[in-house]
């Protein structure tokens, strides 16, 4: 009988450790769309709107919600990946306007921002 509590116990733990969230985190440049993307479809089938709080990543999983920290103002907001890019090494992530306009990047072009983000669905 204490066979069978301790498998009990045992097969508790395995499920909190997977509940348990593993976030990543990375720190590089990161810019914002030009307006004439305005309306186009991004890489997702998605129209991208200058409103919404989106983002375009190389690699994370459409859907995926990132944190975007500016480290020169800390300013942070969360934005969901729905289009591939950027296409240049020296930027990890490309936000909407006004996602950009929130972080304090957009008239400058660019910032260097810490991205994280849950790992356990990616």
């Known amino acids: 009988m204490s066979m069978f509590l301790f498998l ?14 593993k976030v990543r985190t990375k720190t590089g440049y990161a810019t914002y769309y030009h307006r004439k993307f305005e309306g186009r479809r991004t890489s997702s089938g998605k129209r991208y709107r200058s409103e919404n709080l989106t983002a375009a990543h190389r690699s994370l999983p459409f859907g995926t919600i990132v944190t975007v920290t500016n480290l020169s103002n800390g300013k942070t907001i969360n934005v969901e990946v729905n289009d591939r890019g950027p296409f240049t090494k020296r930027y990890i992530i490309d936000v909407s306007e006004s996602a950009a306009k929130y972080l304090g990047i957009y008239g400058k072009g660019n910032s260097k921002v810490e991205i994280s983000y849950d790992t356990s669905g990616v």
Not at 8 to 21: L, M
């Open 8 to 21: 009990k116990v045992h097969a508790q733990e395995e499920k909190t450790d997977q509940d348990t969230p």
